[in-house]
Protein backbone atom coordinates (compact mmCIF):
# COMPACT_ATOMS: atom_id res chain seq x y z
CA UNK A 1 0.00 0.00 0.00
CA UNK A 2 1.18 3.22 -0.96
CA UNK A 3 1.86 6.13 1.56
CA UNK A 4 2.57 9.29 1.76
CA UNK A 5 4.65 10.41 5.46
CA UNK A 6 5.24 13.94 6.15
CA UNK A 7 7.50 15.50 9.20
CA UNK A 8 8.91 18.45 9.93
CA UNK A 9 6.10 20.82 10.95
CA UNK A 10 6.14 23.07 14.12
CA UNK A 11 6.51 26.79 15.09
CA UNK A 12 8.48 29.59 14.55
CA UNK A 13 8.80 33.10 14.63
CA UNK A 14 8.03 35.50 12.10
CA UNK A 15 11.49 35.69 9.60
CA UNK A 16 12.20 32.10 10.81
CA UNK A 17 12.86 29.15 8.66
CA UNK A 18 11.17 25.31 8.94
CA UNK A 19 12.17 22.87 6.29
CA UNK A 20 9.25 19.83 5.46
CA UNK A 21 10.12 16.53 4.50
CA UNK A 22 7.79 14.05 2.89
CA UNK A 23 8.58 10.67 1.66
CA UNK A 24 6.55 8.11 -0.31
CA UNK A 25 6.72 4.50 0.82
CA UNK A 26 5.08 1.37 -0.25
CA UNK A 27 5.21 -0.86 -3.84
CA UNK A 28 5.40 1.77 -6.39
CA UNK A 29 6.68 1.79 -9.35
CA UNK A 30 6.92 5.55 -10.14
CA UNK A 31 6.41 9.19 -9.45
CA UNK A 32 5.56 11.93 -11.17
CA UNK A 33 4.90 15.16 -9.89
CA UNK A 34 5.56 15.58 -6.10
CA UNK A 35 3.73 19.14 -4.26
CA UNK A 36 2.92 20.71 -1.54
CA UNK A 37 -0.60 21.82 -0.30
CA UNK A 38 -1.93 24.01 3.22
CA UNK A 39 -5.21 24.59 4.21
CA UNK A 40 -6.19 27.05 6.77
CA UNK A 41 -9.89 26.75 8.59
CA UNK A 42 -12.52 27.07 6.58
CA UNK A 43 -10.64 27.37 3.51
CA UNK A 44 -9.88 24.99 0.76
CA UNK A 45 -6.52 23.34 0.43
CA UNK A 46 -4.65 25.31 -1.89
CA UNK A 47 -1.07 24.61 -3.91
CA UNK A 48 1.91 26.08 -2.09
CA UNK A 49 4.99 24.46 -5.11
CA UNK A 50 5.07 21.61 -7.10
CA UNK A 51 8.14 19.95 -8.88
CA UNK A 52 7.98 17.56 -11.98
CA UNK A 53 10.02 14.36 -11.66
CA UNK A 54 12.12 16.33 -14.61
CA UNK A 55 12.72 19.03 -11.22
CA UNK A 56 10.47 21.92 -13.01
CA UNK A 57 8.57 23.84 -10.57
CA UNK A 58 5.93 26.00 -9.96
CA UNK A 59 5.19 28.13 -6.87
CA UNK A 60 1.97 29.94 -5.53
CA UNK A 61 2.62 33.71 -5.94
CA UNK A 62 2.28 34.45 -2.28
CA UNK A 63 5.62 32.05 -1.33
CA UNK A 64 7.76 32.81 -4.61
CA UNK A 65 11.48 33.99 -3.24
CA UNK A 66 10.84 32.75 0.06
CA UNK A 67 9.79 29.16 -0.07
CA UNK A 68 11.79 26.56 -2.19
CA UNK A 69 10.63 22.86 -3.47
CA UNK A 70 13.36 20.16 -4.05
CA UNK A 71 12.99 16.04 -4.61
CA UNK A 72 15.12 13.19 -4.44
CA UNK A 73 14.21 10.52 -6.82
CA UNK A 74 16.03 8.01 -5.52
CA UNK A 75 14.58 8.57 -2.12
CA UNK A 76 11.18 9.25 -3.96
CA UNK A 77 10.73 12.20 -1.26
CA UNK A 78 10.06 16.20 -1.55
CA UNK A 79 10.94 18.80 0.52
CA UNK A 80 9.49 22.31 1.35
CA UNK A 81 12.35 24.36 2.74
CA UNK A 82 10.87 27.75 4.10
CA UNK A 83 12.52 30.59 5.04
CA UNK A 84 11.26 34.31 5.70
CA UNK A 85 8.14 32.92 7.28
CA UNK A 86 5.02 35.19 7.68
CA UNK A 87 2.07 34.41 10.56
CA UNK A 88 -0.18 33.77 7.31
CA UNK A 89 2.21 31.42 6.09
CA UNK A 90 0.39 29.30 9.36
CA UNK A 91 -2.07 26.40 7.84
CA UNK A 92 -1.59 22.46 7.59
CA UNK A 93 0.97 21.54 5.47
CA UNK A 94 -0.08 18.57 3.38
CA UNK A 95 2.49 16.41 0.93
CA UNK A 96 0.60 15.14 -2.69
CA UNK A 97 1.78 13.17 -5.29
CA UNK A 98 0.77 11.33 -8.48
CA UNK A 99 2.41 7.48 -7.60
CA UNK A 100 1.99 4.68 -10.38
CA UNK A 101 2.07 1.46 -7.58
CA UNK A 102 4.01 -2.00 -8.76
CA UNK A 103 0.30 -2.74 -9.83
CA UNK A 104 -2.36 -0.53 -10.88
CA UNK A 105 -2.46 2.52 -12.49
CA UNK A 106 -1.40 6.34 -11.36
CA UNK A 107 -2.82 7.37 -8.77
CA UNK A 108 -3.17 11.19 -6.71
CA UNK A 109 -2.28 10.55 -2.99
CA UNK A 110 -2.36 12.69 0.10
CA UNK A 111 0.01 12.84 3.13
CA UNK A 112 -1.63 12.92 6.76
CA UNK A 113 -0.71 16.70 7.39
CA UNK A 114 1.41 18.99 9.57
CA UNK A 115 1.07 21.83 11.00
CA UNK A 116 3.16 25.04 10.78
CA UNK A 117 2.01 27.37 13.33
CA UNK A 118 3.97 31.00 12.50
CA UNK A 119 4.02 34.10 15.40
CA UNK A 120 4.73 37.57 15.25
Known amino acids: QVQLVESGGGSAQAGGSLRLSCGAS????????MAWYRQTPGNQRALVAA???????NYADSVKGRFTISRDNVQKSVYLQMNSLKPEDTAVYYC??????????????WGQGTQVTVSS
Open 96 to 109: NADIRPLTGRFGNY
Open 26 to 33: GSIYSVAT
Open 51 to 57: IADGGST
